[in-house]
Structures are given as structure tokens and as C-alpha cells.
């Protein structure tokens, strides 16, 4: 069955840190792949996605993912860390056989930022 | 532009009691999703709207959940009766086209006592 591995729950850096997101699915074909962030009081937004082509994909608020199949991961980076960064990141994987809305997702990392 | 509107945006009700939930997707949107995060748990997918028909309902937990898009704008989500392991955030969530971008609402939090 298809499954997004998000292995960290909570993480805290110190803003200007780099960060880094770990994220691992499980599925069968090449795989579509998001990453979402919540901010508080705010809805998912999206903050990248991977279809096909450049396994570096570049996304919003400086972030980028690397997908690497051979080790079935989809990790966000993010050179420099700010305070606005606090949230909750959520990857996921859209649903083999499903329509591209069908997500199936991680239980999310918190991400705190220190001052 | 309005973004996705979801309301109410917190209810608590007794078990067994009904609630219907509102999403307001986006003016022009065919698609509309929902989602629900149970407390610890994923996001999980419930159903997809294409305008008033229901595409995939594969992620609807069991027949006290009924979602309708009458007229295909706005898409209500009752519970029906109401149970404890129904608590959770519902997301709605609105795209253009069917691979498009999903843009999400602020949720709805149910919390059934």
C-alpha cells in the first residue's frame, strides 16, 4: 500500500540554520510529490511539487526538494532558516489510480524556530 | 480573489447529534476535496467533487458521513449521527483543473463530546 514516511515530528533550529525535512514514501509507479506547510490559523499551502524531469525542485519562500529514487525519498531543504518559518510541513504523494487530488500524506513535521 | 472559505470553524456537539459542515471553494473551481486530519494522524482524503458529481469517494469512513455540491459551488459535509472518533480537523480543499494545484481552507474543527 501506498505511504508517506515522515520520521520527525518536531524539529527546532535556530533561525539562520539550515534545515532539512526528511520525507520517504512508499509507491509503486514515479510517484507525483508535494510538500505543503501550515502556518497557524492558516490553511495547507503549497510549497512545491515533483512530477517528472530535474530531480531539484524549487519551490516558494526559498525551499527546494531533491527527490531520489533510489532511496524513495522527497526531503526539503532550506538554506536559511526564518523565524515566519514555524509551521507544520506535510509531504504527500498522490494516490495511485486516484486523481491527482486524491493525497496521500505524512503526519507532518512541526517545525519550531529559535531566535 | 476569496480563498477557500470553510465555516464554522470550531463545533463541539454532543455524541449522536448531527453536524453539517460548509466549504466555499474558490469562484470557477470545478474540483472540490475534502480531508480530514484525525488528532495524531495524517491528513486522510475522503472524497472529490468534478462540479455536482462525486469523482472518488473512496475515503469516506462509513454512511453517517453524507457530502453534497447541489448546483456545483458550495459542497456541505453532514455527520450524521455524530460519534467520538468523528473529532478532527475537515479540510476543504478547491482546484481549476483536475491536476492542478489544490488550494486549501482553514479547516473546520469538530469536537464531539
Known amino acids: 500500500a501506498q505511504s508517506v514516511t515522515q520520521p520527525d515530528i518536531h524539529i527546532t533550529v535556530s533561525e539562520g540554520a539550515s534545515l532539512e525535512l526528511r520525507c520517504n514514501y512508499s509507491?509503486?509507479?514515479?510517484?507525483?510529490l508535494f510538500w505543503y506547510v501550515q502556518s497557524p490559523g492558516q490553511g495547507l499551502q503549497l510549497l512545491l511539487k515533483y512530477f517528472s524531469g530535474d530531480t531539484l525542485v524549487q519551490g516558494i519562500k526559498g525551499f527546494e526538494a531533491e527527490f531520489k529514487r533510489s532511496q524513495s525519498s522527497f526531503n526539503l531543504r532550506k538554506p536559511s532558516v526564518h523565524w515566519s518559518d514555524a509551521a507544520e510541513y506535510f509531504c504527500a504523494v498522490a494516490s495511485e489510480g486516484g486523481s491527482q487530488g486524491n493525497l496521500i500524506f505524512g503526519k507532518g513535521t512541526k517545525l519550531s524556530v529559535k531566535p | 480573489e476569496a480563498g477557500v472559505t470553510q465555516f464554522p470553524s470550531h463545533s463541539v456537539i454532543e455524541k449522536g447529534q448531527t453536524v453539517t459542515l460548509r466549504c466555499d471553494p474558490i469562484?470557477?473551481?470545478?474540483?472540490l476535496y475534502w480531508y480530514r486530519r484525525v488528532m495524531g494522524k495524517e491528513i486522510k482524503f475522503l472524497l472529490h467533487?468534478?462540479?455536482?458529481?462525486?469523482?472518488?469517494e473512496s475515503g469516506m469512513p462509513n454512511n453517517r458521513f453524507l457530502a453534497e455540491r447541489t448546483g456545483g459551488t458550495y459542497s456541505t459535509l453532514k455527520v450524521q449521527p455524530a460519534e467520538l472518533e468523528d473529532s478532527g480537523v475537515y479540510f476543504c480543499?478547491?482546484?481549476?483543473?483536475?491536476?492542478?494545484?489544490?488550494?486549501f481552507g482553514e479547516g473546520s474543527r469538530l469536537t464531539v463530546l
Open positions: 480543499a478547491s482546484s481549476q483543473v483536475r491536476a492542478g494545484e489544490l488550494f
Open positions: 509507491y509503486g509507479a514515479t510517484p507525483y
Open positions: 469562484s470557477g473551481h470545478d474540483n
Open positions: 467533487f468534478v462540479k455536482e458529481s462525486k469523482q472518488d
